[in-house]
């Protein structure tokens, strides 16, 4: 199955310490050799401050019982530089952790520099320091120490850059510490800083966002509330044009988060659109499920593809705990496209596409038409379902068709009324420059004279 697992793809928009859970996942997979697994984690971690961890796996690969002398001399030298840093930092740690100046700060950030500056003598060397210590202590693995003392940066620095660097590294800091509802607030914000950031190029906002589709995906897949969070997310326009653009495999979560959340079921034909746009470049088991539903409506080729989805799906770091869940939905979606075509559908024949046991599908089928509403009977004697064929009326087929319209027109008229704004905008700036050249042309005269 390694031709469709994502890891290598999404390794370029992970930091290191992120890709590790992904390869110590591959691990327990047969997907590639364990020797090669082993081998990319001590070339991970060799490059962060984890030197007895990196240092265990060493010996494991070349199966050796004592380690470099560059080891002992690495873990010398982190554990200097975390020293260091810490002394540096601790006076303006104790100054900002006391409950009284933390109540006192408010968002201008340069008020706050200036009250730690004239009444706890903190520098804004002392600030910066704190990102550096932030960034030893996720370097060396201490997640909940970094998380917090880049927050207290963040909260502090007047650098935009570095503060922008700091929230992806607390961002890192909870994913990897566990603490989901921390990070989803954090994924938040950053998603809406990085929205209002002016970047100095569409490319660098463009490479923020596809970090922000990766990484998002440890949040979505873990916190309660992520299967609405990243449909929500991953179909606003911007983000709809970066997968399309850039990382067109990330179709494979927002395609399985949309199969899994039947209260988002709504958003179906806008990602059967997607799918199409990018079938092109990339496709697996998962949206070809969808296309084959959907857009051929090749019941066989979907059943086929949804056999295949299970194994692809048990094989992939952010959705092997979301088998079966996807399983059930897809048959769901299945069933619902199948019904709506057929007029008289044979349950044995339904149930076997499905690979269900007739007797379970017979059940399931039931349960489906309860659930759904379906205006459909039973016929246990021909072992058929009946579809009573349902059309609406002419007036609700036209509420639906013209139902957005009234919000398009509003964008329309306000983008064509900010155009007209700004073009008079620019003749009044030309008129100014127009008439000069003539008041310069009527004076010489009477100066000549």
């Known amino acids: 199955m390694a031709e469709h697992d994502l890891t290598l793809r999404m390794i370029p928009s992970l930091d290191r310490q992120l890709v590790f859970p992904l390869l110590e996942f591959l691990s327990s997979r047969d997907v590639y050799k364990a020797e090669d697994i082993l081998k990319a984690k001590v070339d991970l971690l060799s490059h962060t401050g984890m030197v007895d961890y990196t240092g265990e796996l060493y010996k494991q690969l070349h199966n050796v019982d004592t380690l470099p002398a560059e080891f002992e001399q690495k873990r010398e030298q982190v554990i200097k530089q975390l020293l260091d840093s810490e002394q540096q ?52 693995g201490n997640y909940g120490g970094s998380a917090d ?7 502090l620095s007047t650098d935009p850059e570095l503060t922008l660097s700091a929230m992806w590294g607390k961002l890192a800091s909870e994913i990897l510490f566990g603490n989901w509802e921390v990070a989803y607030g954090d994924l938040m914000k950053l998603r809406e800083t990085i929205d209002k ?85 990339y496709r697996d088991p998962v949206t070809e499920f969808i296309e084959a539903l959907y857009v051929d409506f ?18 992939d770091f952010f959705l ?14 299945f069933a619902e496209v199948y019904c709506r075509i057929h007029k008289r559908i044979d349950m044995a024949g339904l149930t076997s596409r499905l690979s269900m046991k007739q007797e379970d599908g017979e ?23 009946i579809m009573n064929p349902s059309y609406n009326p002419v007036y609700q087929q036209v509420i639906e068709r013209t139902r957005g319209l009234v919000f398009r ?14 073009a008079n905008k620019d003749e009044q700036k030309q008129k100014p420059k127009q008439q000069r050249p003539a008041r310069q042309r009527n004076d010489t005269p009477v100066a000549a004279q």
């Open 363 to 385: 059940k399931w089928m039931v349960k489906l038409i309860r659930e759904s509403r379906m205006d459909a009977k039973v016929d246990f004697k021909e072992n058929t379902v």
């Open 89 to 140: 930092t601790k006076h303006i740690r104790e100054v900002i952790e006391n409950p009284e100046v933390a109540g006192s700060l408010r968002q201008d950030k340069l008020q706050n520099l200036k009250l730690l500056r004239d009444n706890y003598q903190c520098t804004p060397e002392m600030v910066l320091e704190l990102y550096n210590f932030g960034q030893l202590q996720y370097s060396s």
């Open 149 to 155: 003392i880049l927050l207290h940066f963040s909260i």
């Open 298 to 315: 090749d019941f066989d080729r979907a059943a086929q593809k949804l056999d295949e989805c299970e194994a692809v799906l048990e094989n």
């Open 320 to 333: 092997t705990h979301a088998v079966d869940d996807f399983i059930e939905n897809a048959r769901f979606f």
């Open 197 to 281: 950031t002016h970047f100095k190029s569409p490319t660098e906002q463009l490479q923020q966002r596809v970090w922000l589709l990766h990484w998002s995906l440890f949040v979505f897949f873990n916190h309660p509330q992520g299967r609405d969070g990243i449909v929500e997310t991953f179909m606003l326009q911007h983000y709809v044009s970066t997968i399309q653009n850039a990382c067109p495999w990330i179709l494979r979560y927002l395609a399985a988060a949309v199969v899994t959340n039947r209260r988002k079921r709504g958003i179906m034909q806008d990602l059967v659109k997607i799918i199409e746009q990018v079938a092109y470049m």
């Open 409 to 422: 027109s509003q964008v329309l008229s306000g983008a064509m009324e900010k155009r007209s704004n700004s």
